[in-house]
């Protein structure tokens, strides 16, 4: 892939790119986890505005393959929501690069913490985040009423990158 273009780049959560992208998440999503209330869908605009969070896109050679979005959920801790890599090109080391991009916009709104929650159905990204440090945590928020489907991951910010506001 070393002769591939990759850009990673803020967008709108209601621009056309992004709402084609979340459809795209949906869709898998759903397939995978088709009872009632297994799904979590929920991200309100807001959520990832300038410096309450962020939602970014990431392309290759020009043609938009995922997205990811990271928004403050306290002071000390952010969430990773949205998070999606098209099916062409997983395996490729993108997600782990949407990974660190979404670390690096958390660690400019300033948190110590991130956490997310992924379904037990998705080993892969299980997997993924195993591997960029996070470890698994007791289900949180609205996911405490799933406790089948849904596993929660968290990781601490490395003291050693100290927050940029």
Sequence with gaps: MSSDSITITRAELNSDVSRALIAEL????????PGPGETHFGLDPSEVAEGHGAFLVIRRDGTPVGCGAVRRIDPDTAEFKRMYVSPTVRGSGLGRRLVAALESEARKLGVRRLVLETGIRQLAAIALYRSTGFQPIPLYGEYRNSPDISVCMGKDLSPGDPPRR
Excluded: K
Aim: no cysteine; net charge negative; aromatic share 12%.
């Design 26 to 33: 949906n869709a898998e999503l759903t397939v995978l986890y």
